[in-house]
């Protein structure tokens, strides 16, 4: 298992402690596997989710160390979203 899988996870848990997100996403990080954030906190996993955002792990932590905003990803390439865009853009308020 990935130490970044593994560190990535625990951000996401610090991030989501305000609460603000309901629903389920996946967090498919190229080459190295996948983070599951739902109700019951952000685990490295590869369940089904609500919405599914993918990109490579230095995408993945600039996002997360508030280096580089999630839509600005999104618009350049850098990150593609499957499933309820709703849902993506409520989660990328709350990591912002």
Same mark, same amino acid.
């Given at each position: $298992?990935?130490? !970044? ?6 951000? +996401?848990?610090?991030? $989501?402690?305000? #609460?603000?997100? *309901? ?9 190295? =596997?996948?983070?599951? &954030?739902?109700?019951? #906190?952000?685990?490295? @996993? *590869?369940?089904?989710?609500?919405? %599914?955002?993918?990109? *490579? ?7 997360? *160390? ?7 990803? !999104? $618009? %350049? @390439?850098?990150?593609?979203?499957? #499933?309820? &865009? =709703?849902?993506? $853009?409520?989660?990328?308020?709350? +990591?912002?």
């Amino acid at each position: $298992m990935s130490d !970044f899988l593994e560190q990535a996870a625990a951000e +996401l848990n610090t991030k $989501m402690a305000e #609460g603000g997100f *309901d629903g389920s996403a996946k967090f498919a990080v190229a080459d190295l =596997g996948a983070i599951v &954030m739902d109700a019951n #906190g952000a685990r490295v @996993g *590869d369940e089904d989710a609500d919405v %599914t955002l993918s990109a *490579d792990a230095d995408t993945f932590q600039a996002i997360f *160390d508030g280096e580089l905003n999630p839509t600005s990803a !999104f $618009m %350049t @390439g850098k990150l593609t979203v499957d #499933g309820d &865009m =709703g849902l993506a $853009m409520k989660l990328a308020a709350v +990591l912002a």
